[in-house]
């Protein structure tokens, strides 16, 4: 693979050394606290280099459902990743045609990376009792280390019940984050009836949503 082609962050450079790279999947429709919450805290308590976000450009599972398009949940991610340092916003998914399958993303991350660049995959702990039925998750499994962060309500058994019964080796760290019930859906309810988003995510990404009328916000109209 081409470097130039792609907008992924330099790592590896140092062959005496290994590089942890964490990767914050989703379709981010929109990016909200909780992502950027779980992200930092994975980065932290699992010494991780960097973490890129990614948003997927058509998810496998959102298929038949309404959502903004790649490029507005690109901006909105670049916009709430941009003033921290080791966060990145990358385009990987949302420029690769057809359905975004994470296993295609690893695989493909996997390739471009040298050796000492270990990819640690982060996602919500609800979302880790799906991965075995995700499309080819051996390989998930095999290329990355898949990284729970919890959220309120869901309790960690189903997941680890789930992992265990699917056979695969899969390498799975549970992340406690504080309490947050922030999502997407949440935030979508709230900007259609002309809520306030302060504090759920950043102003800059209130401000790309009004000013785009994203999610039926009301033109000029900044709720916040
Ligand atoms: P929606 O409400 O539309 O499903 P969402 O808030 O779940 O959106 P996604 O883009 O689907 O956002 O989530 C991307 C990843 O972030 C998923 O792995 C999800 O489990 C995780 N995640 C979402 N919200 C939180 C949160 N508040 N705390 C920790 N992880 C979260
Ligand atoms: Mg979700």
Same mark, same amino acid.
């Given at each position: 693979m081409?470097?130039?082609?792609?907008?992924?962050? +330099?790592?590896g +450079?140092d062959?005496?050394r290994t590089?942890?790279?964490?990767?914050?999947?989703?379709?981010?429709?929109?990016?909200? #606290?909780?992502? %950027?919450?779980? *992200?930092e805290?994975?980065?932290?308590?699992?010494?991780?280099?960097?973490v890129v976000?990614?948003?997927?450009?058509?998810?496998?599972?959102? +298929?038949?459902?309404?959502?903004?398009?790649?490029?507005?949940?690109?901006?909105?991610?670049?916009?709430?990743?941009?003033? #921290?340092?080791?966060?990145?916003?990358?385009?990987?998914?949302?420029?690769?045609?057809?359905?975004?399958?994470?296993?295609?993303?690893?695989?493909? %991350?996997?390739?471009?990376?040298?050796?000492?660049?270990?990819?640690?995959?982060?996602?919500?702990?609800?979302?880790i *009792?799906?991965?075995?039925?995700? #499309?080819?998750?051996?390989?998930?499994?095999?290329?990355?280390t898949?990284?729970?962060?919890?959220?309120?309500?869901? #309790?960690?058994d189903?997941?680890?019940?789930?992992i265990?019964?699917?056979?695969?080796?899969?390498?799975?760290?549970?992340?406690?984050?504080?309490?947050l019930a922030?999502?997407?859906s949440?935030?979508r309810?709230?900007?259609?009836?002309?809520?306030?988003?302060?504090?759920?995510?950043?102003?800059?990404?209130?401000?790309?949503?009004?000013?785009? +009328?994203?999610?039926?916000?009301? *033109?000029?109209?900044?709720?916040?």
């Amino acid at each position: 693979m081409e470097q130039e082609r792609f907008d992924l962050p +330099q790592l590896g +450079q140092d062959s005496s050394r290994t590089y942890r790279l964490g990767i914050m999947g989703g379709t981010f429709d929109p990016i909200h #606290n909780g992502h %950027l919450v779980a *992200a930092e805290q994975a980065y932290d308590d699992l010494n991780l280099d960097l973490v890129v976000f990614m948003p997927a450009g058509s998810p496998a599972f959102k +298929q038949g459902k309404k959502i903004a398009s790649g490029e507005d949940r690109y901006a909105m991610t670049l916009l709430a990743t941009s003033d #921290n340092p080791h966060f990145v916003a990358s385009r990987f998914e949302v420029d690769r045609p057809g359905i975004t399958y994470t296993s295609e993303t690893l695989r493909l %991350l996997k390739e471009h990376y040298p050796q000492n660049v270990e990819l640690y995959f982060i996602t919500g702990a609800d979302a880790i *009792a799906d991965i075995v039925r995700w #499309n080819n998750s051996a390989s998930i499994a095999k290329n990355a280390t898949l990284v729970g962060a919890t959220r309120p309500g869901y #309790n960690l058994d189903k997941a680890a019940g789930a992992i265990d019964s699917s056979g695969i080796d899969f390498h799975v760290i549970y992340l406690e984050v504080p309490a947050l019930a922030i999502s997407s859906s949440y935030l979508r309810e709230r900007v259609a009836k002309g809520q306030s988003l302060r504090y759920l995510t950043p102003d800059s990404v209130t401000g790309y949503l009004h000013k785009h +009328q994203l999610y039926g916000a009301k *033109a000029g109209k900044y709720a916040r």
